[in-house]
C-alpha cells in the first residue's frame, strides 16, 4: 500500500511537472516573438510602423490616376496619365495620383497612411526612389505630395507645400480639382527637369 501511493504521487508530480514543462516550453516563442516585434519596431522606421496601422486600408492600385473619388472624367484621367507616362519615357521618374472621398483615419494620420500607399504600390524606380505619389481626400481636407528619396533634392518638402499653396490649392476653391491637381502635376514635373 506504501508503495503503491508513492508511485502515485510520483507520477502525480511527474504529470505536473511535465504540464508546467509543456506550458513553459509553448509560452517561450510568444514571448520571444512579442518582445522581437517590439525591439523591431522601436528600432524600425516610422514607415514600418504605419503599415502595420495602413496597410489594410490601401486598395491595389487600377493605373498611374487611382480615382477613387470621382474627381475627374474618364477623359480628365486619361490626359492626366498621359502627362505621367511621357514624363517617366522622357526622366525615368514615376508618378502616381490617387484621390479619395474619405478615409477611416484622422486628419494627422494621412501624410504617414500617403508613404505607406507609395511605398505599397512601389511608385519609383527601387534602385532610384524616383517616385512622386499626388494624394487627395475631401473628407479630410488634405493633399500630399510625397516624394522619393531618390529625387528630395530636387523636389523638396517646401517645393511641395508651394505647389499646393501656390499652384494645387487655388483651383481647389474654385471647386476644380482637375484643373488644381493637373497644375500642380505640370509643375511637378518642371521642379524635377
Known sequence: MYLKKTFLMIGI?????????????NQQPEKVRLSTLT???ATSSVVNVDS????????????LVNDFGYYFTAQQADTLS????QNEKK?????????FNSLPIDAQDFDAFTKVLANKWGVGQKDKNNGVTIALCKALRKIRIQ???GISNKLTDANTKIIIDQVIFPEFIKG????????GLLKIIEVLQ
Open 13 to 25: 508530480g511527474l504529470l505536473l511537472a511535465g504540464g508546467a514543462y509543456y506550458l513553459y516550453i
Open 39 to 41: 525591439e523591431a519596431a
Open 52 to 63: 502595420l496601422r495602413f496597410d489594410k486600408l490601401i486598395p491595389s492600385a487600377v493605373g
Open 82 to 85: 498621359q502627362i505621367i507616362l
Open 91 to 99: 526622366t525615368s521618374n514615376q508618378i502616381a495620383i490617387v484621390t
Open 147 to 149: 516624394n522619393g528619396y
Open 176 to 183: 476644380d480639382y482637375y484643373i488644381g491637381i493637373k497644375k
